[in-house]
């Protein structure tokens, strides 16, 4: 990823972050199965553990935030990379779930399984 790219992606999940909302759940619900393949599937486990944050009502909203606004990058067909680029087309999104995952490292680590 270019770094142009990198700071394109930064920008517009910092954006879905800010914006996270009830309605980005369903987006999110609607298309998240369909996003297991490629460099996604080999880090499902952390997707699924920031699914798993969102669902839980007793998680601090401002982690549910960085979560949604992880996974709504995820399932967006707009992106820094368009995700039907060959190879590259989902390693902005493994860049953004990876970002996250970090940031939410302490509060995340109960979600996983």
Same mark, same amino acid.
């Given at each position: /990823?270019?770094?142009? &790219?990198? !700071?394109?992606?930064?920008?517009?999940?910092? &954006?879905?972050?800010?914006?996270?909302?009830?309605? *980005? #759940?369903?987006? #999110?619900?609607?298309?998240? *199965? +369909? /996003? !297991?393949?490629? %460099? #996604?599937? &080999?880090?499902?486990?952390? $997707?699924?553990?920031?699914?798993? /944050?969102?669902?839980?009502?007793?998680?601090?909203?401002?982690?549910?935030?960085?979560?949604?606004?992880?996974? $709504?990058?995820?399932?967006? %067909? @707009?992106?820094?990379? %368009? +995700?039907? @680029?060959?190879?590259?087309?989902?390693? +902005? *999104?493994?860049? $953004? #779930?990876?970002?996250?995952?970090?940031?939410?490292? +302490?509060?995340?680590?109960?979600? &996983?399984?």
């Amino acid at each position: /990823m270019t770094e142009d &790219e990198r !700071k394109k992606s930064e920008q517009m999940f910092n &954006e879905f972050s800010q914006n996270a909302s009830s309605e *980005d #759940i369903q987006k #999110i619900a609607s298309k998240l *199965d +369909d /996003m !297991k393949r490629g %460099p #996604i599937a &080999e880090i499902w486990h952390w $997707v699924t553990a920031l699914w798993n /944050m969102i669902m839980d009502p007793s998680a601090a909203w401002t982690a549910k935030a960085l979560a949604i606004g992880a996974l $709504v990058y995820l399932v967006s %067909p @707009i992106d820094a990379i %368009p +995700d039907l @680029i060959p190879v590259l087309g989902l390693t +902005d *999104d493994v860049g $953004v #779930i990876t970002a996250a995952v970090g940031a939410l490292a +302490d509060a995340l680590s109960k979600y &996983e399984k």
